[in-house]
């Protein structure tokens, strides 16, 4: 299985507040709607100076699931989204050992 890791730091201007509601409750419809898209976790870094507000995985098969979820309408929707309400954004590809 395929996790991608997305670290979200919110805009400027964007409250901590605002911003943990966006990415919590609005940011998490176009996730629902990712062709291919296993499990959705969002977590809100605490206070207000931490290098990111949020870390977002998204779990998906394999490689072409997550390119074809991301290249698709609501992928692109998805990412628009998100770049309206962020700074910054960075993307790990990464592959999940449960160690516990």
Known sequence: MLKVMS????????SKED???WVVEEHV????KLP??????VSVSEGEDAAF????????DDEPA???AFGSEHG????????AHTSRRVHLLTTEYEQL
Do not use: Q
């Not at 670290?7 to 964007?14: E, F, I």
């Not at 291919?36 to 976790?41: I, N, P």
């Open 19 to 21: 911003f943990a509601r």
């Open 76 to 83: 692109k929707a998805a990412a628009a989204d998100a770049a």
């Open 66 to 68: 997550r390119a074809a």
């Open 36 to 41: 291919g898209l296993r499990k959705y976790t």
């Open 7 to 14: 670290l979200l730091k919110r805009a400027d201007g964007l």
């Open 29 to 32: 419809e176009f996730a629902r």
């Open 53 to 60: 507000d949020s870390v977002n995985a998204l779990y998906f």
